[in-house]
Nanobody
């Protein structure tokens, strides 16, 4: 069974950093584009970043550009989201998602992925 499991969330002070991981089980991520999304209470789900299956193409939301970095290690079957200079407005549940896509192209941020993880909470507060 295809599963995605996020980890690495937690409580961090403004200006701090976290690294989220998205680990796959039941399938290999090699042929899948991966997206990171977040949803804050009372707000719509927002596409944060995505990466092509080859890792050579990425997209970022304007709100995180320059602060967040998406990467993947296909040997570890894991995708990461490094989040630096965190702000209170980054507080949300973060989800990763996977789907097949053209191998050298990162999907658009609003792409409707087929497979989703359960989410991990990120809270930025002093």
């Amino acid at each position: 069974q295809l599963q995605l499991v996020e980890s690495g969330g937690g409580l961090v002070q403004p200006g701090g950093s976290l690294r989220l991981s998205c680990a796959a089980s039941g399938f290999t991520l090699d042929y899948y584009a991966i997206g990171w999304f977040r949803q804050a209470p009372g707000k719509e789900r927002e596409g944060v970043s995505c990466i092509s299956s080859t890792g050579g193409s990425t997209n970022y939301a304007d709100s995180v550009k320059g602060r967040f970095t998406i990467s993947r290690d296909n040997a570890k079957n894991t995708v990461y989201l490094q989040m630096n200079s965190l702000k209170p407005e980054d507080t949300a549940v973060y989800y990763c998602a996977a789907d097949g896509f053209a191998p050298h192209i990162a999907p658009p941020l609003g792409y409707e992925y087929a497979y989703w993880g359960q989410g991990t909470q990120v809270t930025v507060s002093s």
